[in-house]
């Protein structure tokens, strides 16, 4: 894999069968660049949303992942401008007004305001924090995205790493990809949602034709991984259920408790195993499952995957997934504050401060571990299983990855709560046409599914989508809109640097 993000002169490297339509795409970039700004932008800097194939919410909580890059992007056309002001623009101008600002004023991000610029700050922010300086130059960009917010293909993410680009070439610096993916996911903080890192680094780091295998802790390590041969080959269909969640106004009731209660159930666990006075626990901030994990067993962090190692995951993550039961089997139906408190033996005011619950507020009576924990161990097992299948690629390996992905379906709806009756609806009708595994993706509560098909079944799936689904509930779509939410992809590329 690259080091650093590699620069691109033709749209054909970047994309498929569809560069005709991003050529014209690109040229109204920069002829609305020059109309908005008086002059041709300098480059294009390119970040791609991404399909989160298997290993739902549990970036955060520190176990690997297996996301592909996909097509839908955000670019960012930028030029420096010899001032201390930078002005950012859309091509939505409608939806998203122009924004002005000073060099000094691009630190001040208001999280308690849903303002599409804020956005921009954080990759801006995000790449100076990094380096610890202020930045120094002004510039104007110029922004498009074709990813659906609200959908679960990360569009917040793609905006981010394509704002940090922009951001460091402007202003001269050479971050890696690591580092870049870091610094986005730690950015995107700033405007109050608590991500966990795998958006930013698959955006980062995507390969061509591979999905990647994104391993936390104890650092980040991408590995691409391709699917299995087979006849016919493998596709995958995504399917929005046009049900918007934004993550930045449910967080307190969704994606942040979620969170809180993995951490909170990461302490308790700690405790339980009794190794929360173990420095690897103790220092640790935050206490994510996988760090207990490692503790626990006092191993290193497992990398490459062959049959012994992978057989390591699976010994351990199974045993994790029974204590979790003697931990939290006593409150099913959650724990109160108070409680949780009790048995960590701290004040409420102390374990609001372990959680940062300062900046990351949520709202909840009882907050719900045991499932929690349930989710996180037994779909980090899901992963580790899917990346063995695809590399050994046994005998019927459609089936095999699509009973994991249908499996981490049930899993997010049962325990970790975060599907919807859309959701549920859709890949109910995809596997009864052909689909192997059908799942949702991303944070979930609405958003997108991903579905494994055979090649040979895709026009079938997207056929009883479009007449079971969609007909139904969105029934004045346009075909554009329609071919907008339901598309067929395959793993493309990270992000990237365009120059004409």
């Known amino acids: 894999m690259s080091l650093f993000a590699p620069t691109v002169h033709g749209l054909s490297d970047i994309y498929g069968a569809d560069v005709d339509a991003q050529a014209v795409r690109y040229a109204r970039l920069a002829a609305t660049f020059k109309a908005t700004f008086g002059s041709?932008?300098?480059?294009?800097a390119r970040a791609p949303g991404r399909v989160n194939i298997i290993g739902e919410h549990i970036d955060y909580c520190g176990f690997p992942v297996f996301p592909m890059a996909i097509a839908p992007d955000t670019l960012v056309a930028a030029r420096?401008?010899?001032?201390?002001?930078?002005?950012?623009?859309?091509?939505?101008?409608a939806k998203y007004p122009p924004r002005e600002f000073s060099v000094a004023d691009m630190f001040e991000i208001d999280s308690t305001k849903h303002e599409w610029s804020n956005y921009f700050k954080c990759g801006y922010r995000g790449v100076l924090d990094h380096v610890s300086r202020q930045g120094s130059k002004g510039f104007d960009a110029l922004l498009d995205g074709t990813v659906p917010a609200g959908g679960g293909l990360s569009s917040s993410a793609a905006f981010v790493c394509a704002t940090q680009l922009a951001v460091q070439r402007i202003e001269g610096l050479s971050l890696t990809q690591a580092e870049l993916a870091s610094a986005a996911a730690q950015a995107e903080r700033h405007v109050g949602v608590n991500a966990g890192g795998m958006d930013q680094a698959v955006s980062i780091m995507g390969q061509q034709d591979s999905a990647l295998f994104i391993e936390f802790h104890p650092t980040l390590k991408a590995t691409p991984v391709r699917l299995?041969?087979?006849?016919?080959?493998?596709?995958?269909?995504?399917?929005?259920?046009?049900?918007?969640?934004n993550k930045h106004t449910t967080a307190p009731t969704n994606y942040n408790l979620r969170v809180v209660e993995t951490r909170i159930g990461a302490l308790m666990l700690a405790k339980h195993l009794g190794i929360a006075e173990r420095v690897a626990c103790a220092n640790a901030d935050p206490l994510t499952f996988k760090v207990v994990m490692d503790e626990y067993f006092a191993k290193p962090?497992?990398?490459?995957?062959?049959?012994?190692?992978?057989?390591?995951?699976?010994?351990?993550?199974?045993?994790?997934?029974?204590?979790?039961?003697?931990?939290?089997?006593?409150?099913?139906?959650?724990?109160?504050?108070d409680e949780m408190a009790a048995v960590l033996?701290?004040?409420?005011?102390?374990l609001s401060a372990k959680i940062h619950e300062n900046q990351f507020p949520v709202r909840a009576d009882r907050f719900k571990l045991l499932q929690r924990a349930q989710h996180a161990f037994s779909e980090a097992l899901r992963v580790v299983k899917f990346r063995w299948i695809c590399e050994q690629a046994p005998e019927e390996a459609g089936l095999k990855?699509?009973?994991?992905?249908?499996?981490?379906q049930d899993s997010c709806r049962d325990l970790f709560e975060c599907s919807c009756p859309e959701l549920d609806e859709v890949c109910k009708i995809a596997r009864k046409a052909g689909s192997f595994g059908s799942r949702l993706t991303g944070a979930g509560w609405g958003g997108c599914s991903v579905h494994l098909?055979?090649?040979?079944?895709?026009d079938d799936v997207k056929k009883a989508l479009a007449d079971q689904y969609y007909a139904t509930y969105f029934s004045d779509l346009s075909t554009e809109q329609l071919s907008e939410a339901l598309f067929a992809t395959k793993p493309g590329r990270g992000a990237c640097y365009y120059f004409a």
């Open 453 to 458: 098909v055979p090649a040979n079944k895709v």
């Open 345 to 350: 033996s701290v004040a409420t005011a102390e």
């Open 401 to 408: 990855l699509g009973d994991l992905m249908n499996q981490s």
């Open 228 to 245: 299995p041969e087979a006849d016919p080959p493998f596709a995958f269909v995504i399917a929005n259920t046009l049900v918007v969640s």
């Open 80 to 93: 420096a401008n010899r001032s201390d002001l930078i002005r950012v623009s859309n091509m939505d101008s």
């Open 40 to 44: 041709q932008p300098e480059f294009i």
């Open 301 to 337: 962090n497992v990398g490459d995957s062959n049959d012994d190692e992978v057989q390591g995951w699976i010994e351990r993550l199974e045993i994790m997934l029974r204590e979790t039961e003697k931990a939290f089997g006593t409150h099913p139906q959650g724990y109160t504050r």
